[in-house]
T-cell receptor, first 113, second 116 residues
């Protein structure tokens, strides 16, 4: 089983600060790198995703940075808000007939006022 | 609004009982998945199915089985529930051509199972 290593396990950020969550992967065949957001009592939902042909993707306050040579990608949440408090999972996927995503272990983000 | 529906939000079962967790999706997706989620361990794949009557073992299939008789429904079965199967169980679906496009997996809200 290919691993995706996610860090930190938990993160506390003050309102207005920047939250950064990192993931590292092993398999260079991966070509899809999504982040999922999970609120308590809910299932994970797709937040943002990137393919390896770009180094950065931004959607509102959320940005994925991708470093193909280092096999790492990260989620940056700018101007973090208490409503961003959730568990975040990175994942990796490979096309060409593969049906599965491999998930990191998750990061619990708490944004304090 | 497309969705994945899990039949129960909370279940309490006794050790040794046979437990059925049901999942239904209305998106005509080919692929369906069962994960369990435990603190510090993330999402661990139990079983998945890429077609009706087809199933594949995931990373932790021991103690579980699945059934997919119809495209929209994927059931997880705990043959003889044990306390170490107390967990949050999440069902997900995705279309065959995708898991890797925007949209990827759609998850249900989960079933929190407690085995006593």
């Amino acid at each position: 089983q290919q691993q995706v290593k996610q860090s930190p396990q938990s993160l506390i950020v003050q309102k207005g600060g920047i939250s950064i969550i990192n993931c590292a992967y092993e398999n260079t065949a991966f070509d899809y790198f999504p982040w999922y957001q999970q609120f308590p009592g809910k299932g994970p939902a797709l937040l943002i995703a990137i393919r390896p042909d770009v180094s950065e993707k931004k959607e509102g306050r959320f940005t994925i940075s991708f470093n193909k040579s280092a096999k790492q990608f990260s989620l940056h949440i700018m101007d973090s808000q208490p409503g961003d408090s959730a568990t975040y999972f990175c994942a990796t996927g490979s096309g060409a007939g593969s049906y599965q995503l491999t998930f990191g272990k998750g990061t619990k983000l708490s944004v304090i006022p | 609004d497309v969705k994945v529906t899990q039949s129960s939000r909370y279940l309490v079962k006794r050790t040794g009982e046979k437990v059925f967790l049901e999942c239904v999706q209305d998106m005509d997706h080919e692929n369906m998945f069962w994960y369990r989620q435990d603190p510090g361990l993330g999402l661990r794949l139990i079983y998945f199915s890429y077609d009706v009557k087809m199933k594949e073992k995931g990373d932790i299939p021991e103690g579980y089985s699945v059934s997919r008789e119809k495209k929209e429904r994927f059931s997880l079965i705990l043959e003889s529930a044990s306390t170490n199967q107390t967990s949050m169980y999440l069902c997900a679906s995705s279309p065959t051509t995708v898991p890797t496009q925007v949209g990827g997996y759609t998850f249900g809200s989960g079933t929190r199972l407690t085995v006593v």
